[in-house]
Structures are given as structure tokens and as C-alpha cells.
């Protein structure tokens, strides 16, 4: 078609562009003194990145991610190289494990590992051991769930006990959910299954029940109930302070959400926004969602100056002062035993007295078939 | 012709463009003090012969020498050449002045030289006034002005001159010739002056290459070009004329028209078989005309316009057979009045007579 | 109804149309510097004056280097395809020959196919073929080859009325090829080249789409505003934009000002 | 006369070579990836029809498109039906201050596409601008603007009117307005002027404004997913999904194919539809 073939002479300035080029192609991976993480930007305190950089005399090199499943693509195309520290929550740290994407850790490097909360010792969190080897993998960070916030001036607060409430008429047009595919089909799963009663059933794992891997047939009527809630739904916010706005305007009256709109309207109260009745049900009667954040770190990076700085790194987020400061910014309850620094109001907004709770919530999880439960939301999306 | 007094010389060049010949084999030999002209039809390949001597071209046969120095494959920006485009292509970003100086300063000379030069070069062409305008702000004789200036102020090897003309309205044209000549003979230096218009190469020119199909067809003095055109197609192509078909009668002296009644004596010099066809070409001026009632021979016929040319008068004729012929005479008081019969004539030493098909021959 | 009565009519109809385009498309900019100035970034109505989120940004080294990056992705992206682009233009107009319009709608393809489409494939490839995370070049290849076609139609829209043989006279007047492009050329197409690079500068500075998939581990501002979505994009990145609003603003408003400068001189 | 063709070769070639390299091949990767699997996060590589199968039979994927379809026509003729008398009054009456003009169209571009359709989103959402000035006064809000297909279509026309308009300027600056004159002089009125002489010699100019929009409109991820509600999901969202959260690439790239395909044939047609002698193209390159 074009009388361009690739000539000796253009494959020679192709070749001599490339030389060129090359010191940009110099993967970051060469460079010595950064620090580069895969992370969720609520994370991110400035003041205290700068404090580490100048402390350790490096650069650190954040990037974000929005969902598990697109920091884990991140990683598989070739990211264990360019990232030292990933964040994660619920069952993924066993995946990118299992997939060699993470090297194991060594708590006793990280001093502020003692202070955990009892279920977050390195002991009794399993979550982040890998299950053959025994292998510690991470660090535990933040926790919650993903429950319903509402506002209990126009939603009586028994009414929140069960999941029905999301899927309820009486609230057309003034619910909300996350527009993440992965939770809602979950949560739906836990309705979906309490009213079949198929959850002690053999489920299709052969392992115990877990939301995220369904049958074709729950997922059929996961299918259904959303496309039923969907005419309900004013809208599946993308962001924080969309929700924030929602509910504080009244738009919305229930949502399902990490609880951390929940804490920030309570903050927004507390310093002078009208007042409106908010609460939180963290567990529902037929189950709720929980999930742990966690710091991982990749196996690009080997034993030695980078390593220890990864930890010291990861030393410094779990530290008491810098955990509570994350907690009040990102309204997230922490792993840390913050008890001693926090007041009362605290402990009760940040959770620090339940943390046994964690327990009985459903850890987020990688679906059983992506496919299968793409499909079922585009089904849902198209509808 | 490789004589020491050719100051540019150009030989055996050849372009072609695939299988189409642009140029073929010309050889043509410039003296200093020259003003050449090439004349020729548009597509003739004049354009091509002037881009090849200005190295904007490449020819793929023959060598080019200024001076004796061979310049075939010498970048055009090292010529030391001036040049005159058709349309002047004055760099519209950039005042009068900063034109001027543009082939100074290329040529890296001092400051005050360039102001030096164009202060002289703007002197002569009367452009003093108007340096600091934009080329936009001229009118197309300034515009042409500047551009002459352009290819003079760094005294060129040569100048080549592309239709530089051809854009001018016709006084201001005529105005133009003149100078340009003037600047050629006060600068000493060749001036190759390519146009498709006659009277411009005419009335400039030392002497003019006719070039026609990418073959130079006559090369001389402007008045033996005019005068003894060495091919039909000079001969149609410069000057004015009339053509006519004509056989040589059996006794080898006479031509009789085939579509007139008028047949005139071979001149002494040509040398025709009987029964040639030839083509006899007349320029306008060299007609007879005599009114029908004096007698005599001739071809009849009827004038059916007049139109006055300044100091000429313009016959417009229409012979008995329907063919259209025009007669320049000097202007007199008493005109040949319209619908007269009259007799076309010629005298035989004045029309120049080739056998027929020897433009085809020759290629 | 006189002429010269409907023409205003006309003029002015179209006046208050434009003025309210404008308003429509600066609302959301005036949006973005409300909320930079409030202490609810979410509902800044009515506007405070309130500079903290300034103060922050000035320390915030993450969104500085985010920045950085863009700015960095924004030139080198702008240049290349600016190049390319040239390259291209005058291949078509010049040398081309019949093959013009086949090689017109090839250059021009990469505008017809989506930039997410662009971004997405370009990164199946690098990864299929080099096991290769995107990294700051991949991710200026990538937005060139979108950037390249405006570019080129931009340059081609200006050059088509070029004359070429504006080059020959400066040659003859003994300029070399380089000098000629850069004395004669180059000062009088450059609206054209400017129009290509501040276009290609703008499109890639905030181009999500292709940088994307593309970036690795270099965060520039699309990126970071993507990553802060879940949480809430934060006043430091409002302030951010609005000072490169403000910035840019000042510069036409300097433009402005010579062009009436420039009148009056005339 | 070997210099001029090499020359005029790297002149030609380099371009060519970069898109070929990073334009073309990328292109041909995805269509290989189409005809492979995703399971669980991981690309199969079986040659399948599948995801083809599944985008043909699947009532989801065709309604997306359908969606995206009606969206992208309905943006792009609404835009081209603004941005012709934007760029009239620019092209007629802008006078020196034209660049300004164009340039205050660009100013917008440099903040990034995601925050201004968060603002968009603060503007057109239930407690923003609009309706909260609505509330305020005491009216009930306007519940089309948010979270509908209704507040996509506006955030459409904010991000691709400067484009249109600066297409449909450009092809205008170049348009000779004696012309108008000369169709005045013949006894056409306004009307007939611009349709007999205006309109055609802009038509190429205009469909290319069109096509600038049509194409991204079609392919749009964010819009949908900021503005578009729970029923605004559109094609493009639904294939940026497919790369970024479900993780199936195999099915992505055979939207993505889909897409590439279906712009190039709405490309051709337009292209066909159009006689580009009539809009006055003298055809390119002049050597």
C-alpha cells in the first residue's frame, strides 16, 4: 500500500532514535535512591513523606490506584519491578503472593509492628500469611467495612439491621452505592444467599461460604436484584465527596459505603454543619463486607539498603501519631492500638473498642470468575 | 566551443523526469557583459535550464562551468549567483531593507558593507524611500524592484531572471525592459532572462536561445533570430506571422499557394526540388497590401477590421478563401477604408520558407 | 429592515451566543478556582478567600513532581509530534506526489481512533511483545502519535498555502538549506508550528486516557487526580490548576495588551 | 539527484515508520489479544471467536453501543450546529483579536478532564450549582441534569465544543468571503448564499469537526462514569472496565476492535457521502 518498506536507512535512524532515547528508558528501577509505592492517594500525608524523605535522604515515588483489580494488572505487566511498596486489601496479598509478585516480610524489622490490635497480630491475622508456607506477606494498616450509612431521621434504624433496606422501594431515588462491582455484587450475594439459604449448601469451592464465589445460579439472581435496585438508585458514586454531598444534601438517605463518608459527616457536624442524625450499621443481619488494608512489598526489591528502607518506611505509617493522623484524614479505623492517644469520641468513631468484629465480616476477596461477574454487571449496567 | 572568452558554459546538459526529457543535450556559451535571453513556449524546459544553472536542479547529463570552474554538483547557496523570480518572492516577513541585506548577511559580510551596499543597491533602483516598508506595502513594480535589488546587491556571478516581467501590467513592463537593460550593461555582469514573451527577449536581449521541447532551436543575435529564423518553429514563434501552404512548381523557381491563387519567385538561396511542399511564414509587417482596382498579383481579399496600435495600423483580412491574415502597416491619414478589396503580397526575399514536416524531422 | 440594520442584528446575536459559550465553558474553570480558595472544595458557594490549599500545595512534593512529569510528558510530546508532524506535512505537500491522499488519510488515522483505544493498545503490546510496564516514554510515544495527527493536519492547513519557492529564493540568495528554513520558512509558517505544539502541549499535559496505561510508576496530574477519585480530589490539585489558569491567563492578557500596543503604533 | 530522493524518502518515512511502529502495530496487537481468552487475570492463548460471539449475542454490549450511537450523533450534530456560528462571528468579526479568541477557546483544555467534570459534576449534581440554586428559591430540582444521559450529553458539548469550533474556524478562516460576495451579487440571498456557497465549501472542514467528536463521544469512559447515573453506562465505560477493574483484556480488546472498525466504516461513509470536489478540494500536493 505504501511504498515504505522498512528501508536498511529508517531501521538505521529507528536504531539511532532508540540510542538516544535511552536514558529515558531506563526503567525506574535503576534509580537508587527512590522509594516507589503503589498506593491509595488518601494515604498520602505530605508532610510526613517529606519528613521521610528528608530523614532517609530519598525520593519517594508515589502512584495511585483506585481498585484491587487494577493495581493487580499494574503489577502483572512487569510492576513488581517498578513498584518496592503495593497496598492491598482483603484476600488479594495471598494472590499477588501466590503469583510471586511479593516477597514475605519480617515483622521484626518493623518496630511498630508490636503495637497491633490483638486481631491484627502477626499470630492471629491470617489473612496475611500465605496459607502453604506460613509466610508473613504484609503489614495490616487500616480496617473497616462496607456498610450502610444513613441518615436515621427518614430511615428507622431497624430497618438497616437487614440488607432489604438497600434493595426497598419505600427509599426509590434516594439510595446510593459504590460504583465498584466487586462489593456490590457481593453485598447482593449475601442477600441473595440468606433467601435462597444455599450458604450451607455445598458451595462451589467445596470450601466454606464466601460471597465471593457463587454459583451460576446465585449469580443469576444477584443479577436480578440489581437490576431491580438500579431504578432506585440516584446514582453509584465514583468518589467520597460525592456521597458526602448526597447524603449531607439530603438527595440520599441510605448508601452503602466504606464508613468513611459516615465519620466525615460526623466531622463536618461536629464543626458546625447542621445537624442530621447519621449513623453507621457495620453488619447486617444476613452478614456485611469487611477489608483490611495493607502495606506489601513487591519481590523487586532484595534484601538490603532497600529493603530496610521499604521497612522503615512502612515502620513510620504504622506508627501511633502518623496512624491516627491517616485515620482522621481517609476516617478509617486503624489496626494500631491507638487506645492511649485517642479520646472517647475517637475510640467510638474509629471503632477501636470492635475490632473483634473484624472477624465475623466477609474479607474482600478476587471474585471466583471475573468473567462470569463482568458479565452479570454489564448485564446490570445495560438493563 | 570551449573558447577561454566563455565566461559561463554550459554543455551537453540533459534532465529527464523518468522517461520524459525536460532538457535534452544543450549546449549554449555565455560571455561576461552578456545579456542572453531564452525564449521560449511554457514547458519548453527554459525553466529547467535556468533552475540548472542556478543549481536548484541537478542536470542527469552534461556540465555546467562559471569561470571555467566546474560547478555541476556545487550547492546552489555557493553559486554566488543573483536571481529574479516571476514572482518575486520577496520574504513578506521582513522590511525592504532586511531583503536587501538578506543575501549580504548570507553571505556574512561586515555591517557596514551591507548598509554600504544597500544603500547603493536601493540608490540605482530608486528605492530609498521605501525601505523600512513591508514587501506588502509595495506595488508590483516596487515589489519587482526589490527583487531585482535582491538579486544584484551582493554583485552576483550572474543574474538569472525568471519571467520577471510577467507579472507587470504592459507600460509598466515596457518601463521595466529598459532598465533592466541599463542595470546589465552598468554592472557588467551576464544576465540570463528566461521568458516565454517575444518582445521582452527582442528588446533586451544581446542575443536569444530559442528553446522548444527541451532542444535548443536557434541560438544568435536577436536580429538574425528575428530576421532568418533557422526553423519553422522560430519563425513562428518569434515575431509575428502569417503561415501559408505552398508547392514548388516544376520549374524549381516558383512557389504556388495551395489554397491561393499566388504563386512568387524562390529566392535565389533556397534550394527546393519541384513538387516540395513547403510552408512559407511572412511576419505581419512584410505584407503588401495593394487596393485590388491597381492590378496585379496578389491574394484577394477583403479588409474587415482596422485596429489602431499606437503608431501601426492593424489589417485585419479575410482572403476569398475564409482564412484570416493581418497586415501591420505604418500609420497613414488615409487608411485602407473597411469591406476594400485588396491584394496580399509579399516580397519573396522577406518570407522564409521550410519543406514541409521539418519541425517533425528534426525530432 | 435596512441592510446594515440586519448585519448588527446579526453581530450582535452572535456577540451574546459567543459570551455565552464562554461563560458555559469557563464555569466549571471558575468552579475549580472557587474551590481552591474554600474551605468546602465540594459546595465553595459562596466563594471564600481562603489560601491554605495554596500553602499546602507549595509543600505537597508529590503533586510538585506530579506536575513535573506532566510538564516534562507535555513538551517532550508537544516537540515530537510537532516534528513528526512537519516531517509529514511537507512529505505530503512535497514529495508525495499521487500518493498524497493515501498518505493524507494515514497520517490523519490516529485522530479517528479513540485515545483510550490508543492507550489501551499500546499497552497489550508492550506488554505482550516486552513484558514491558509503560514508563515516561512509552507514555510520550503514545500521546505523539495522537498529538501527531492534529499536528499535521494543523501544520498542513498553514503550509498548503506555503510557497516553496520562497526556500529557492533564499538559497539563491546563498542561504544554506538549514538557514533558509530557519531565516525564511520557519518566521513565516510559525503560527502554524505554534498552533501544532501548543495544541499537542495541551493535549498531552492533561491527556488521561493514553498516559493511563502507559505511566508506570511516574505520576503526573491526570494520574494523581484519577488516584485521589475514591477519596476526593484534594483543594491542593484545585489550586494547582487554577494557578496554571492563571498563569496562562496572564499571558493572553499580556498578548491583548501588546496587540493594542501595536495598533496604536501602526 | 540521489540526494533529492533520499531526501524526500526520510522525509516521508520517518513519519511513517513512527506510526507504523506505535500506531499500527499497537493496533495489531489488540486485535491479536481479541481473539485470545482472559481467565481469572490471565490471558489464554486460544484462538477463539468468543469474545466476538459474546459481543454479537450479548444484549449488554449491544446496548452500550446502541447508547453510545445515539450520544455520539446526537453530540456531534448539536455541536456542529454550535460551533458554526461561533467560529462565523470569530472568523467575521474577531478582527486582530481572533487569536484571543481561539486562544480563550484552549485555556479550558489545561485543566484536566477529570477535574472539570468533577466540577461539572459540582455544578450539575442535586446539591450543586444549578439546582442548588433551584432548592434555594424554592423550586424542585431538575432531575434530568444529574446522574442522567441528559448531564453526559452537557458534559459532552463542554469538552468538544472548543475542538469543533476551533475545526470549523479554521476550515472558515481559510474560506474566501468574496465568494459570499460574488453568490450576493448573483441575487442570493442570506439564506442561499449560505446554503449554496458557504456551507459546501466549509462541508470538509466540518465534517472533520464532526468526526473530532463523534469518535471520542463513541469511545467516552469518564463522561459515563461520573455523570451518566446508574443507566448512563456507555460503550467506552464499559470497555475501560474491561481493562481496569474486571481484568478481562480478551473482551476488551474485541470492543476495542469493534469500535476501531465501526469509526473507520462511519469515517468512509461520511467521506463518500461527501463530493469532495464540490467543497472545493483541489486535491493535495503541488509538485
Known sequence: MFDTKLTRRSVLVAGATTALAMPFVRPSWAAPDTVRALMWEAYLLPDQITAFEEANKVKFVPSFFDGNSEAYNKLRVGGSKEFDLVQADGFWPQLYFREGLLRAVDYSKVPNASGYLPEFEAEAFKVLSDPKSGKKIGFPFCWGAYGITYDAGKVQPERTETLECMFSSDYSGMLSTSARFEENIALAALLVTDRLGSRDKPRPDGKPFNPYVLSDEELAEVEKLLIQQKSLLLTRYQDNPTLFQLLQSGAVVAATEFAQVFRQLLTAEAQGAAPVDFRHALKMKEGGLGWVDTWLVTSGVQDGAKFDLCNSFIDLMISPAVMKKIGEVAGCSTTVDLRSISNETERKLFLMDRSNEIADLFMFDQPSSPEKWERVWSNVQAA | MSNASSYIRIDNVSRRYGAFKALDDVSLDISKEEFIAILGPSGSGKSTLLRLIAGLDRPTEGRIHFEGKDVTELAPHKRGIGMVFQEFLLFPHRTVRENLAFPLRMRNEAKGEIEERVEWVAGILSLSTMLDRYPSQLSGGQQQRVALGRGLVARPTLLLLDEPLANLDRELRQEMEIEIRRYQKQLGIPFIYVTHNQEEALSMSDRIAVINNGRLEALGERQAIYDHPQTPFVARFVGKSSKFQGVVEPDGATVRLTRHDYEFALPSDKTFKPGDAVEIFVKNERFDITPKQHGGAGIPSKVVDVVLRGPFLEYVLETDRGDTVIAVKPKRNDPIPLQERVLLSWNPADCHIFKDGADDARR | MSPSFTDSLIKWTLAAFLALVFAFLYMPIVHILFASLSTRPNFPYPPEFNVASYVRLSTNTVYQSAFLNSLLLASCTAVLSTVLGFLATVGVLRFAGKRALIYAIFFAAPLFVSEILLGISSMALYYMLFELQGNMLTAIIANAVHCFSFCFLIMAAMLYKYDWRMNEAAIVCGASPLRSFFEVMLPITWPGIMGSLITAFVLSLNGLDVSFYLLGATPTMPSVAWGALRYGVKPELYALSSLINIIVFAMIIALLVAIRLKRKAV | ?287
Open chain 4, 1 to 287: 539527484m540521489q540526494d533529492a530522493n533520499l531526501q524526500r524518502r526520510l522525509i516521508l518515512n520517518i513519519p511513517t515508520a513512527f506510526l507504523l511502529l506505535f500506531f499500527v502495530l499497537p493496533l495489531t496487537a489488540l486485535v491479536v489479544l481479541s481473539f485470545w481468552q482472559t481467565e481469572n487475570y490471565k490471558i489464554v492463548h486460544d484462538w477463539t471467536l468468543m469474545n466476538y460471539t459474546t459481543l454479537a449475542t450479548e444484549g449488554a454490549y449491544i446496548t452500550f453501543f446502541l447508547r453510545s450511537l445515539v450520544m455520539a450523533v446526537g453530540v456531534s450534530v448539536t455541536l456542529v450546529a454550535l460551533a458554526w456560528p461561533i467560529a462565523y462571528f470569530i472568523v467575521r468579526y474577531g478582527g486582530r483579536y481572533r487569536i484571543i479568541f481561539s486562544l480563550l477557546l484552549v485555556i479550558p483544555f489545561l485543566s484536566g478532564e477529570v477535574l472539570r467534570l468533577i466540577a461539572l459534576q459540582g455544578m450539575l449534581g442535586p446539591a450543586g450549582l444549578v439546582n442548588g440554586a433551584l432548592i434555594r428559591m424554592g423550586a424542585a430540582p431538575l432531575r434530568m441534569i444529574m446522574y442522567s444521559n441528559a448531564a453526559s450529553f452537557i458534559a459532552f458539548i463542554y469538552l468538544y465544543l472548543p475542538l469543533v469550533v476551533t475545526t470549523v474556524y479554521l476550515s472558515l478562516i481559510n474560506f474566501d468571503f468574496r465568494l459570499a460576495h460574488a453568490a450576493s451579487a448573483c441575487g442570493a440571498n442570506r439564506f442561499r448564499i449560505f446554503t449554496e456557497v458557504v456551507w459546501p465549501l466549509n462541508l470538509s472542514g466540518t465534517i472533520v469537526g464532526f468526526m473530532l467528536a463523534f469518535i471520542p463521544t463513541l469511545s467516552a469512559s469518564l463522561v459515563p462514569r461520573f455523570l451518566g447515573g446508574p443507566n448512563g453506562t456507555l460503550y467506552g465505560m464499559s470497555m475501560a472496565q474491561q481493562f481496569g477493574e474486571s481484568g478481562t483484556w480478551a473482551l476488551g480488546a474485541a470492543m476495542g476492535v469493534v469500535l476501531f472498525l465501526f469509526s473507520a466504516v462511519a469515517l468512509a461513509i461520511l467521506s463518500y457521502g461527501v463530493d469532495l470536489r464540490r467543497t472545493g478540494f483541489t486535491g493535495l500536493g503541488r509538485q
